[in-house]
């Protein structure tokens, strides 16, 4: 496949552009039918709002309590209930649940110890010491493993009452004792109740008040002396369970279909999704709409690039900024979804890539240039995504109307609004405005956008790229004047073929987006002019 490279396609004012080189054949074939396939709406379809979960730890799409049949979704406890089966913690094949009656030594313990396993941190095996836990007692292992850890302990040397109540007091103590096994640190002291004074268990209580996992009665007491129901128990472990997914990165289920676990991580705070093998399959990052996934591999090159990038990293945008929970139907919908990604359409501009027009004739994508020529071979910059497209942009009451000359260009933030904004939906404003829309500026987008910032700009080169993935805006301060200010944006790619961090931007010197090294090597490190002068990301 060749495409019309000749002087006579463009305007005058976007010529000469001979250091451009065209798209490879293959590449602009595969991306045009990603294209065509996504006209009707890049990216994906919302699902369906899910109901809300009650912690982190607890996937909003598991069903598992309509397995229970004494489990009614009415039910004060169903959703704990739910998501104690979403971890394997309560099983609805043992038979039913129980929800509201008394909770035991034996059932907590049991219960204890399968959230331990679930997150990793199963205590050793041990026999009990326990005259009254037969070899034949359903949870006799949980039992033994939990005293030879020092987390339960009997009401004697011999005896356990594994038929006995569990308390409130008693849960509270050996919460706090496993809480201590999984971060190896005590939680500091919180406020007293009037009642657990001078209480075996008022340490326990007033150190897992601080936390959320327990709380008082209306009336100010904590009754440590009460029993509890097993509904009641399930939410005092999901409680619990979202400390550990939150500050102890453990990998959450997501759902009863797929059988994901989610991890939670920092720098900067995220959700990694993986399958049962732990093979990575996600990252949602904390107000941010981007998402990575794993996916098929594609190949990202440009004649003028020394490398090309392979890459099996899809890049998709959330309907709106992720607030820590993993929408499981989003995420199975986003994973098989084929049409062109944030990285895929970021090619769609280079030079030679075929024209696609919407229904209306307007430009979709295509080879775009950066500006028209100056007088002094230089490009002007200032042409935004209304100029590519050659359409009027309404911000709010004000409208902003194309400029002929720069018909079919787009500067390095243009680039940026006409990839993020036009095709992926993402607000775009022509003001900054708090983080609500993209503003237009490259300095404005990396100060004043929505999204995070993975890495701050210090004012000096940037050095570890640990926190950088692609889709994620890269920032340059590529002039010297004036001294510490963004004036170049692009999108990152990935990893080239030679180990190398490669991105795409639109370029005044190239005329137009590009991945390659012409005129300056497209690499985020190393010695070159974009690698010195790379200052910040932003994750939109």
Do not use: K
Not at 86 to 99: E, K
Not at 133 to 147: E, M, N, W, Y
Not at 363 to 388: C, F, M, Q, T
Not at 410 to 427: E, Y
């Amino acid at each position: 496949m060749t495409f019309d490279t000749t002087p006579g396609r463009r305007a005058p004012h976007l010529l000469p552009r001979t250091d451009r080189a065209p798209y490879p054949a293959a590449l602009v074939l595969a991306l045009a039918v990603a294209l065509v396939a996504s006209l009707v709406g890049p990216g994906i379809s919302p699902a369906a709002a899910s109901a809300p979960a009650p912690t982190r730890a607890c996937p909003a799409t598991y069903t598992a309590t309509a397995a229970f049949a004494d489990v009614s979704t009415a039910h004060t406890h169903a959703a704990s209930v739910t998501c104690l089966a979403s971890w394997g913690v309560v099983s609805p094949g043992d038979g039913p649940y129980r929800p509201d009656a008394t909770a035991t030594r034996a059932e907590f313990a049991a219960a204890l110890h399968a959230t331990l396993v679930a997150v990793g941190r199963a205590p050793t095996p041990a026999t009990p010491a326990f005259l009254d836990v037969p070899t034949d007692h359903p949870d006799r292992a949980a039992i033994g493993a939990l005293a030879g850890a020092g987390i339960v302990a009997g009401t004697t040397a011999t005896t356990f009452v594994p038929d006995g109540a569990v308390t409130r007091g008693q849960l509270a103590t050996l919460l706090v004792r496993a809480d201590g096994r999984v971060f190896g640190r005590q939680r500091p002291l919180g406020p007293t109740f009037p009642d657990t004074r001078g209480s075996t268990h008022e340490d326990a209580v007033r150190r897992l008040v601080g936390t959320g996992v327990t709380q008082g009665y209306a009336d100010g007491s904590y009754r440590p002396g009460a029993s509890m129901t097993r509904g009641q128990l399930a939410t005092f472990l999901v409680r619990w369970l979202d400390l550990l997914v939150v500050e102890a990165s453990a990998p959450a289920p997501l759902g009863d279909v797929d059988r994901l676990r989610m991890r939670r991580l920092d720098a900067p705070a995220r959700s990694v999704v993986e399958d049962a093998e732990g093979r990575w399959v996600a990252t949602f990052t904390d107000g941010a709409r981007t998402v990575t996934l794993a996916g098929p591999a594609r190949r990202f090159e440009e004649a003028t690039a020394t490398h090309g990038v392979t890459s099996t990293t899809w890049v998709r945008l959330l309907p709106a900024p992720f607030d820590g929970r993993v929408d499981e139907r989003w995420l199975r919908q986003a994973r098989t979804d084929r049409s062109a990604d944030v990285l895929a359409t970021s090619l769609q501009y280079l030079a030679g890539a075929p024209d696609v027009r919407n229904a209306a004739g307007v430009l979709v994508a295509g080879d775009a240039a950066y500006g028209p020529l100056l007088a002094n071979g230089d490009r002007s910059p200032g042409s935004d995504w209304h100029d590519y497209q050659q359409v009027v942009a309404t911000y709010g009451t004000s409208r902003v109307s194309p400029r002929p000359e720069r018909d079919r260009s787009v500067d390095c933030s243009g680039f940026v609004r006409l990839l993020f904004g036009v095709r992926f939906g993402l607000p775009l404003g022509r003001q900054p405005d708090g983080g609500a829309s993209l503003p237009r500026s490259s300095q404005q987008q990396a100060t004043d956008a929505p999204g995070v910032v993975p890495i701050a700009n210090l004012g000096t080169q940037v050095t570890a790229f640990e926190s950088l993935q692609p889709g994620d805006l890269v920032f340059f301060d590529a002039t010297v004047d004036p001294a510490n200010t963004i004036d170049h944006v692009g999108v990152y790619l990935g990893r080239d073929d030679a180990g190398r961090h490669r991105f795409v931007s639109s370029r005044r010197s190239i005329d137009g987006p590009t991945l390659g090294d012409f005129r300056g090597a497209s690499l985020l490190d190393g010695t070159g002019l974009y690698a010195r002068t790379f200052r910040s990301t932003r994750r939109l």
